[in-house]
């Protein structure tokens, strides 16, 4: 298994009555609540972390796109991957990923990642996401389109970085007569493309036709399966079986030395996570369109309850969140391994709420010192046959 | 837009009026609603005014339908393809209202809690010429909410200002 530390550069500090008052912690939550001056201090100190985990021998080091919300603070991942290309030296740069579906000119994407390319010595991997629900109120961007901009602008970026020739594009929602970026990315054909998956079977197909990760996002282990199972047979379909390294399991991880302390600590966190960080409505997280009527209906048939629904217990029953010392999170990956039935790749959401910084510096430390030397040999090709 | 929920199966269900009538769609049960998609303020259920009577409520306890939640996400799907961007709205409006040459009636509702009615009368005063008129005791669904006084508006503005005594008509531009 490779190991990433994924930051969500959270804004913790939230009032008081937050609860009571506020529906959501992105689009419609005041921005008033945001302190720049505390702004400041959390993006050097989570640029601080995220350099930590470089040199702490993490595979990789990874940052996200989210927009008006206060449940992650990037709304460009690139420039913080970009701050990062410079001050660490061995882990990837996860970029994981940019919101193509909400960009209105997705070449820029293709420039700024070609950019990241060499500034990081071919470090970085791409993700490619559509963007949540609320950011197609919060950049106008027609939901109903979503799916098609999503498709066409990946299929766009790719061709700029593998075009030896200068070609145009007139497609149904983007229109370039000249494509001919400069600089080309350094790795070829092109930096890996990662694409997180919930479901949807499209999705699927879509990573197991170019052979991209895919990735899990927050969800009950039993799911997790189903979704690594349907990409695992969409390869199968087509006749072959994916590296490990091609599925990548994501998950809350919290390490402390002992497990009375790790749960002491992280409970308040994973409770800010689950019922604060990702707060949000219904309307916010499906305009219309959004979802296509089957992927609706197979979201409402399989009983998936809000995030805000669950409490601490289950969430780790559930494989939701890993808490615990070294030796209570080796065995409990373990199992998650087996039960999902097998990944190449963790990315470990580290920083997800408000520890402290020593908590998460600790954390992460005690990860990479005790807990990766354990699972690294499970995961890799040879043992693919098994899982 | 107003029957949020269901197939629109069309019913025999008419409101009279003096020399036609209007066929009502309905789809779902309950009072009719409309649902506005949008951040700050909206994302809410609009009630009508005075709504028309409601089909009969199913037994207490009955689950929701999933086949009704499908059929008013595809409804909203559709109204969403036409007005997300630009919202609701024609940014070019204001110039091109100026163009209409037409006999104009701008008649809108007393108590539009969705379009505040300063719209209306903005359209009046941007349309040459045009008349404004206002149906009293009414929310947003008009032609449904007061049928019999809105085709009263318009039958009279239309007997009024018959096609060939149009300008355009004298000067042969119309057809």
């Not at chain 1, 030296?89 to 000119?105: F, K, P, T």
């Not at chain 2, 903005?122 to 045009?130: M, S, T, V």
Request: hydrophobic residues 40%.
């Amino acid at each position: 298994v490779k190991f990433s530390f994924f930051h969500l550069m959270p804004y913790p500090d939230l009032p008081a009555d937050f609860d009571e008052k506020y529906d959501a912690s992105a689009l419609t939550y005041p921005n008033a609540n945001f302190d720049p001056k505390l702004g400041a201090a959390l993006y050097a100190r989570y640029l601080d972390e995220l350099e930590y985990a470089d040199k702490l021998g993490f595979d990789g080091i990874a940052v996200n796109e989210h927009h008006q919300s206060a449940y992650g603070l990037m709304p460009s991942p690139n420039l913080m991957a970009a701050a990062l290309s410079r001050r660490t030296s061995n882990a990837r740069i996860m970029v994981l990923g940019n919101a193509i579906g909400i960009r209105g000119n997705p070449l820029r994407v293709a420039e700024e990642i070609a950019m990241l390319d060499l500034m990081s010595g071919g470090r970085v991997d791409s993700g490619f996401v559509r963007g949540i629900g609320w950011e197609y109120f919060g950049h106008s961007i027609n939901p109903t389109r979503s799916r098609a901009r999503f498709d066409e602008a990946h299929d766009l970026i790719i061709k700029a970085w593998t075009s030896p020739e200068l070609f145009s594009w007139y497609g149904a929602n983007y229109e370039y007569r000249y494509v001919n970026i400069w600089p080309r990315p350094v790795q070829q054909p092109h930096p890996p493309i990662y694409i997180p998956g919930a479901g949807s079977t499209e999705t699927m197909k879509f990573c197991a036709e170019r052979k991209y990760t895919y990735m899990s996002v927050y969800a009950p282990t039993r799911i997790v399966r189903r979704w690594f199972d349907g990409y695992r047979q969409a390869a199968a379909d087509l006749g072959y079986v994916p590296d490990p390294e091609k599925i990548a399991f994501s998950v809350p991880v919290y390490v402390a030395d002992t497990d009375e302390q790790a749960h002491r600590e992280a409970r308040p966190v994973l409770e800010w996570l689950y019922r604060k960080g990702l707060k949000q409505t219904p309307q916010m997280v499906t305009p219309p369109g959004y979802m296509s009527p089957g992927s609706l209906r197979g979201v409402l048939m399989s009983g998936m309850r809000g995030l805000g629904g669950f409490s601490y217990e289950e969430l780790l029953a559930n494989g939701q969140a890993v808490v615990g010392s070294p030796a209570s999170v080796t065995e409990r990956l373990g199992e998650l391994y087996a039960q999902l039935g097998g990944f190449g790749q963790l990315i470990g959401l580290f920083a997800i709420g408000p520890a402290a910084h020593e908590q998460i510096m600790h954390s992460a430390e005690l990860f990479a010192t005790e807990v990766m030397p354990a699972l690294r040999p499970l995961g890799v090709a040879a043992d693919a046959a098994t899982t | 837009v107003a029957d949020v929920g269901a197939d629109l199966v069309p019913a025999e269900d008419f409101l009279e009026l003096p020399g036609g009538r209007v066929h009502l769609l309905r789809g779902g049960t309950g009072e009719p609603v409309l649902f506005l998609h949008a951040a700050g303020g909206a994302g809410a259920w609009h009630p009508f005014r005075d709504p028309p009577p409601a089909a009969p409520a199913p037994p207490p306890g009955t689950p929701p339908d999933l086949d009704v939640i499908i059929a008013a996400y595809r409804e909203a799907t559709s109204l969403a393809r036409f007005t997300w961007v630009p919202y609701m709205s024609d940014p070019k409006l204001e110039r091109r209202l100026g163009r209409i040459t037409a006999p104009t009636l701008v008649a809108a509702p007393s108590d539009d809690r969705l379009i505040p009615v300063a719209h209306a009368r903005r359209y009046a005063q941007l349309i040459g010429g045009a008349r404004y008129a206002e149906v009293a005791e009414c929310g947003h669904a008009m032609y449904f909410e007061r049928p019999v006084e809105f085709a009263e508006l318009v039958a009279t503005h239309l007997s009024a200002h018959s096609l060939v005594s149009h300008p355009l008509a004298e000067s042969g531009v119309s057809r």
